[in-house]
C-alpha cells in the first residue's frame, strides 16, 4: 500500500470505533489523517497519540447532520494540507432501535440526517474538488441492513439502503472524471454501536454471539485496501468482507 504515503484523508465518526481504527490504520500507512467528530476531547486526544508517533493529524469538530460543519471539515483540511485525496464517510448511528409503531419520530428523522444527508453532505462538499484534480477516492460505510429487513431497524436499514444508491449515483457521475466512489459493508464489527445492538435483544443480530464479530482493525484494513487502485474493480459497489473472497482480497484472516 506504498501508493497511500503521502495522501490526504478525512475520516468522519472518527472519535471512537471503526472510524478511529480507520484514521490509524491510514495514518500507519503514511495518510495526513483528519479526524472528524462531535466529541472534540476524544478526537483531540487521539491526534495527540498520532502525532507523538510523528504522523500528521488533524482534529476537526464536525457534526455530519449540518452541511456547514461538512463544509468546514473539507475547508479546513485543504486549507492545512493543500488538496484532499481521501473521504471516508464513516459517521453513523443505529439509535433509535425501536418497533415502527412504537419510535420517537424526531430521532427517527435524526437518523436519517446522520446516515443519509451525512453522507450525502461529505460527498457535495468534497466531490466539486476531486472532480477538478481529476482524482480522489470517496468510501462509504454500508452495512448488510442495506439488502436486508430487520425487527426494530427501520431506519437503520432505509438509510444504509439509501447511502448504497447514493455510491451508485455518485460513482456514474464521476467514474469518468477519476473520481472513484466505493461502498464498504464490514459485516458485524465489535465496537460501541454493536454493544448497543446488543443490549437492544430485538432482533437477530442482537442474538449473535460477541465473538463473532470482527476487530475494526479489519474494516480499517479492507478500507486502506478500498483506497488504493487494486480495489478500482470494486467502484460503485458495495464491497464485503462478509465472505471469504472478500476477506482473502484484503489479505484478512478467513
Ligand atoms: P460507533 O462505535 O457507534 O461510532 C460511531 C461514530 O460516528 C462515532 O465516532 C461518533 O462520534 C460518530 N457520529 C455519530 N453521529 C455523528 C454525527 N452526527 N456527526 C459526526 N459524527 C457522528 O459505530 P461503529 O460501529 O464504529 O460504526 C461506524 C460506521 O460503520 C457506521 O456508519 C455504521 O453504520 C457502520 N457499520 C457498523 C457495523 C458494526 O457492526 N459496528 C456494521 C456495518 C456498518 P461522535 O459521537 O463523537 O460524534
Known amino acids: 500500500m506504498n501508493e497511500l504515503k503521502g495522501k490526504r484523508a478525512l475520516v468522519t465518526g472518527a472519535s471512537r470505533g471503526i472510524g478511529l481504527a480507520i ?3 491510514l495514518s500507519d500507512h503514511g495518510v495526513s489523517v483528519a479526524l472528524a467528530a462531535r466529541n472534540t476531547k476524544q478526537i483531540e486526544l487521539h491526534v495527540r497519540e498520532l502525532r507523538k508517533s ?3 493529524a488533524l482534529a476537526i469538530e464536525c457534526d455530519v447532520s449540518q452541511f456547514h460543519d461538512m463544509e468546514q471539515a473539507v475547508n479546513t483540511a485543504v ?3 493543500g488538496s484532499l485525496d481521501i473521504l471516508v464517510n464513516n459517521a453513523g448511528t443505529i439509535e433509535p432501535i425501536a418497533p415502527l409503531t412504537q419510535g420517537d419520530a424526531n430521532a427517527w428523522a435524526q437518523a436519517i440526517d446522520v446516515n443519509v444527508k451525512g453522507v450525502y453532505f461529505g460527498m457535495r462538499a468534497v466531490l466539486p474538488l476531486m472532480e477538478a484534480q481529476h482524482s480522489g477516492v470517496v468510501v462509504n460505510l454500508s452495512s448488510g441492513a442495506a439488502n436486508s429487513a430487520l425487527e426494530g431497524w427501520s431506519h437503520y436499514c432505509s438509510s ?3 447511502v448504497k444508491k447514493l455510491t451508485e449515483c455518485a460513482h456514474k457521475e464521476l467514474a469518468g472524471a477519476g473520481v472513484r466512489i466505493v461502498g464498504f459493508s464490514p459485516g458485524t464489527v465489535a465496537t460501541d454501536m454493536m454493544a448497543t445492538i446488543k443490549s437492544s435483544g430485538i ?3 442482537s442474538q449473535l454471539d460477541w465473538s463473532t464479530h470482527i ?4 474494516a480499517a484494513e479492507a478500507v486502506a485496501f478500498l483506497c488504493c487502485d487494486e ?3 470494486f467502484d460503485g459497489t458495495d464491497f464485503s468482507i462478509k465472505t471469504d473472497e472478500g476477506r482473502r482480497r ?3 484472516p478467513v
Open 23 to 25: 484514521a490509524r490504520k
Open 54 to 56: 510523528g504522523a500528521k
Open 79 to 81: 486549507y492545512e494540507w
Open 160 to 162: 444504509k439502503a439509501a
Open 203 to 205: 432482533n437477530p443480530v
Open 215 to 218: 476487530p475494526p482493525e479489519w
Open 231 to 233: 480495489a478500482k474493480e
Open 250 to 252: 484484503v489479505g484478512l
